[in-house]
């Protein structure tokens, strides 16, 4: 039997560190060519095995597969293309396995989220009834952190540092200007879903900032968040806000839908910090400043913890290793054995267990006023922005980020309607 | 004849580095002490020298002197308080010249942009006619780059290294998800009169990214943008647009002014990246992610330009140097030598030339189509965010920066109301 090649896609939204997992596998794969052929990577994800644009990854040098260690974003391109059910699109999943099999694809890395780990398990399922089996690892990946059994996720610890960081300076900003200028400062963050990345902004609470975090776990009630809002400007001078996307009221309706609206009356997208900072200032009158951090907070890897870099590595990496131990239908977690000092291994999770489930913030994490976290929480948290990894600058101060040639190999099927 | 103290304070909006120029002074003056005695720092700037609210320098350590270094924001306090004309209020400045007689002041060391170079050249010339001649000097501070005679400013060249890092980082991001989802990412800048900022964003155009900038200085022409727009996003998949809070219209009205009203019929403040990134989507239908970087961006000392710190230290170190040399109404300016390689040295204006002059971008550093950026821009801003200077980082991830005690000095004179 002719050495199996692999298969590699980067699924959803990316991260800071996501490339880093892409190395880990790449160069792992690299180490056992007896196991493992050529790694393909999926062009733009998913899509580029459904529409058989696969990338040739040992076409490109041992430095430049190196350097995906530190440079953000998908290097190969991803897609937000989530595959129907099996009896609603069984021909889309078909192809792929056709696509594998054209391509002697005997392993499946898909790089992502809750979504995806669904289409590994399905892959996993229907390759082995289609007399092709293939080997599916997922490999976990999102800055939600809500992937379930890993302790979590990479991505989410270096958007963690980034907000953490972030919402540090911009408090020394405003307490410097509080006495003739601004006295609230708004930070709007990602996580529609889960609170996790709105935390990471109350861990400022131990840096002598009054800082109150509104997550969407907690339903929103506006006269105490005024009173809170009140009561810290009062007494601090000032304050800080950290606000999640999916901040919502009690009946479901997110904060940022509250009808702010265009010249045209067009109902305008986005931004919950402006409606936020808005209510504010009409019930209180103070001056404020607002942030969306938005794409900047899942980029930054110029401000990524070490250990998100690390644990982003390290899956990618075990993952070709459980691979050539026979391993099929897994996602490889991250264990946690201690948190001071922070210690982790790897461990490993049935898929079957991981698809479809979503892990919210636990209810201990979040403070009694409903606008806060708990020591329990930093607890976790801390150990998930650990550490630095800068990436190296040119001379002329930007950051040396790789951007790949991502040559494709030649199609042997026919075309594929998406 | 005693020694004079001297008097330090913080004007207007903060930087990531002007703490860095605080450091220079105390650390300079603590080198001399037969010739300046105490450093006095007004609590919240100008308004702590009304108000007689002086903090003693004296009682920090050698140590915390120095992580003011690596320490964003204005360790005393700043405030946005301009004096008015002698003509209006002689009576603050005769307050200001009462207190430093009060305290046998000598020396005023005013870290600011236009208004204080202002303000510091009055104080100079009422002092003499008051028979208690103060020097003043004043140390040049501001993100927006807009002084006179300096090549640049502190404060801006950690901004614009921030934004163009961060506005790389974010171009890698959508490149990544243009297939399926985000085409277009709108990033808001500060620079509410001088493009300075949003010029940084535009390096990011030798990173082969497809960025289009909107200046304050070029009238926004809607269907000229647009079209440049749709080609950007044909020829490249995805296109990054940079926008100057200050962006408007031939007839001078702000494109971030242009009616967006909340729930209830207020006019919402701020935030021109949501209405162009609507604009686009009206337009060209294009899914966009925007963000606001606001505080975020001249807070950012996780991300200093090592030039930028080093100037802003150098300037506060020569500013005592001055002083001793009995130089009075003066601003240090930076000359530059070369651009490559990178090469300045300290110089030197009279206040009268320097108060009340906004320095704009310059004609020829914008591109003929008006949304970028030209060689020679790029030959000017690349010094400016050459090398890093990263803060030390505790054991818990968070950077170190220093919360001083400011402890204030018995007040000998009586209330006096702003």
Request: glycine share 8%; with cysteine; aromatic share 10%.
């Amino acid at each position: 039997m002719r050495t199996k090649n692999a298969f590699y896609a980067q699924s959803g939204g990316v991260t800071s560190v996501i490339n880093a997992s892409a190395c880990g596998v790449i160069e792992t794969a690299r180490k056992h060519p007896d196991k493992i052929g050529t790694v393909y990577a999926g062009l733009n994800g998913i899509i580029g095995a459904l529409t058989e644009d696969l990338i040739d990854t040992s076409a490109e040098s041992t430095e430049n597969i190196a350097a995906l260690r530190n440079t953000p974003s998908g290097a190969f391109g991803s897609c937000r293309f989530k595959l129907k059910s099996l009896e609603d699109n069984r021909r889309e999943y078909e192809r792929l396995i056709e696509v594998f099999k054209a391509h002697n694809i005997g392993y499946f890395f898909y790089n992502g989220g809750g979504d995806s780990a669904d289409t590994c398990y399905k892959v996993s399922q229907l390759s082995e009834k289609m007399g092709f089996p293939v080997q599916a690892i997922h490999i976990p990946k999102t800055v939600d952190n809500d992937l379930p059994i890993t302790d979590n996720c990479p991505g989410f610890g270096s958007v963690a540092k980034y907000i953490a960081v972030s919402a540090l300076e911009a408090s020394f900003d405003v307490r410097s200007m509080a006495k003739t200028s601004t006295k609230v400062f708004v930070l709007e963050v990602m996580g529609r879903h889960a609170g996790w990345i709105a935390a990471a902004g109350g861990l400022i609470g131990d840096y002598d900032i009054p800082v109150l975090v509104l997550f969407p776990e907690v339903n929103f009630n506006q006269e105490k968040f005024i009173a809170t809002v009140k009561n810290l400007v009062e007494t601090h001078g000032y304050c800080t806000i950290v606000v999640s996307e999916g901040a919502k009221y009690a009946d479901g309706t997110f904060l940022a839908e509250q009808g702010s609206r265009d010249s045209f009356g067009h109902a305008q997208l986005g931004g919950v910090a402006p409606v936020v900072a808005n209510m504010v200032k009409q019930s209180l009158g103070y001056k404020f400043h607002w942030a969306v951090a938005d794409y900047l907070q899942r980029a930054a890897r110029h401000l990524a913890s070490r250990s998100d870099v690390e644990q982003a590595y390290a899956l990618g990496k075990v993952s070709v290793e459980l691979a050539i131990e026979g391993k099929n239908s897994i996602m490889p977690t991250i264990n946690r054995i201690s948190s001071s000092p922070y210690q982790w291994e790897i461990g490993s999770a049935d898929l079957a267990d991981v698809a479809n489930v979503e892990k919210m913030m636990p209810a201990e994490f979040i403070s009694a006023d409903g606008f806060g976290i708990t020591e329990a929480c930093k607890e976790y948290l801390y150990p998930l922005i650990e550490g630095e990894s800068y990436p190296e600058y040119d001379e002329r101060g930007m950051p040396k980020y790789i951007v790949l040639d991502n040559p494709q190999i030649d199609k042997k099927l026919g075309a594929f309607e998406l």
